[in-house]
């Protein structure tokens, strides 16, 4: 009886069935067990020095991937888990709205699709929530953010063997359709989703003068929602490496999508710019000194009033952990901007 309980509990574990399912002893040996102990006694050193929020963050993009495995190979949609991750960022927001800015720059080294599709929902259900909290929409808008994304896994086949390839024309024209492989799929498994949910799947990646995909739709054919999440999208996409392009500083993808008045609503972007500022919570700094921080708070103009120091470029071997507020700015210099992380080798926080 105890070996078959064994199993049951580490098939479980493998599957991912069943959430907080530990692997069994009965399949770890003493070696591996020792390393195993070592390695959760660093992991909870690490989670227990994780700011305010991190945890749920990391379980929204773990729960994506979980969900994305099991409607991929088995044809099982888990709605009841997207809806949760969708309340989780809403209640994120109404509680501590910074702390969520911050703790969505944890998703570095997270695949390409999921940290997009988090990043684009937390600051979508940010900016809805600042409009109106008290909308019905909301929910089923913010999940629409959270699971736009995942026609792109459904995608990877003999065409697109991954998503990390440096793709050719015809891979970037199949990629476009990934809206409409998640709504096939979607309507495959009987999945029937509200209307604001299936808005922003199948429109967000449409453009005000038509030329955006799938559908190619015009400007009065989009909502208001759909208007604020694809500049949410452009933004994102812009301030992150993508397909080899190494990613833009704040102010110069504002500059950009602000100048294609045709193709995103300028005033939704000065909205956007009026929230997050030119140094946007999450981004990382340089000040004059040879310091690079994090972002953790700003003022009321957006310029940061407290930092994580992690890295003193005259002594690049070595890593920082200290928080400063804007009181001891003066220790590490002038302010000098928003840089690419990969350009002086800083690896994800968690």
């Given amino acids: 009886f105890q070996y078959i ?69 088995r044809d099982i949609v888990n709605e009841e888990t997207l809806y949760e991750c969708s309340d989780t960022l809403i209640e994120c927001v109404k509680s501590d709205r910074k702390a969520l800015l911050y703790a969505l720059s944890f998703l570095r080294g997270q695949p390409e699709w999921v940290r997009h599709a988090v990043q684009t929902a937390g600051i979508f259900a940010d900016m809805l929530v600042a409009r109106d909290p008290h909308s019905a929409l909301i929910r089923d808008s913010v999940l629409g953010a959270l699971v736009h994304n995942m026609g792109k896994p459904l995608l ?22 990934h809206p409409v492989a998640l709504l096939q799929k979607m309507d495959s ?32 054919q989009l909502s208001d929602r759909v208007k604020l999440i ?30 294609k008045p045709e193709t995103y609503d300028t005033t939704i972007m000065v909205e956007y710019i009026q929230h997050y500022g030119p140094y946007p919570i999450g981004g990382l700094a340089k000040f004059s000194g040879g310091f690079l921080a994090w972002i953790m708070d700003v003022d009321a103009k957006g310029l940061p009033n407290k ?8 002594f690049r071997d070595t890593s920082i952990d200290t928080v400063l507020s ?17 350009d002086f080798d800083v690896e994800p926080s968690f």
């Fill in 189 to 220: 498994l009987g999945w029937q989703t509200g209307k604001a949910c299936r808005d922003i799947i199948e429109n967000s990646n449409e453009h005000l003068d038509g030329n955006g995909y799938p559908a190619a739709k015009s400007e009065a």
């Fill in 307 to 314: 930092v994580q120091l992690i890295k003193n470029l005259a």
């Fill in 230 to 259: 694809s500049v949410i999208k452009a933004v994102n996409k812009l301030t992150h490496e993508r397909n080899g392009a190494a990613p833009r500083p704040p102010l110069e993808a504002y500059r950009w999508i602000h100048s």
């Fill in 156 to 177: 990877i086949g003999k065409q697109m063997s991954s998503l990390k390839i440096n793709m050719n024309p015809r891979q970037r024209t199949l990629l476009k359709s």
């Fill in 5 to 73: 309980s064994e199993c049951e509990r580490e098939a479980a574990s493998r599957s991912g069935l069943k959430q907080g399912v530990t692997p069994s002893d009965l399949f770890v040996s003493r070696k591996a067990r020792a390393t195993a102990t070592d390695t959760s006694r660093s992991e909870t050193k690490k989670m227990s020095r994780q700011p305010a929020m991190v945890p749920d963050i990391l379980d929204i993009a773990q729960q994506l991937k979980v969900v994305m495995m099991f409607i991929k190979n």
């Fill in 326 to 342: 804007s009181t001891d700015f003066h220790q590490i210099g002038e302010l000098q901007g928003i840089v690419n992380p990969s």
